[in-house]
């Protein structure tokens, strides 16, 4: 049995014990229905959004200590400037 399938399991037993303590309190049969009818709802709408949000959610981006990598290669790749050389007087 999946985590799924026992969560269902668990939701219904509990809408099922419900249901008892309000018929022995004496709730009418209409309102116990309309009730757990708008439950019902109300759960698949939470679960439909979600899932929505789930599906939104934007690809991860390149972990940063490869990005510090790269940028680390970037300043090694660059050649080094020759030391200019100062023009001095030879004596002749």
């Known amino acids: 049995m999946s985590n799924e399938e026992r969560k269902h399991e668990k939701a219904i037993k509990k809408i099922e014990i419900a249901v008892e ?16 009818g708008q439950a019902i709802v109300k759960a698949a709408e939470k679960v439909e959004g979600k899932k929505a949000v789930v599906k939104r959610t934007p690809a991860k981006k390149a972990p940063k200590k490869k990005v510090v990598a790269k940028r680390a290669l970037a300043k090694k790749a660059v050649p080094k400037k020759a030391p200019a050389e100062e023009a001095v007087a030879k004596p002749i």
């Open 21 to 36: 303590k309000a018929l022995d309190k004496g709730v009418s049969k209409k309102v116990v229905q309309d009730t757990v």
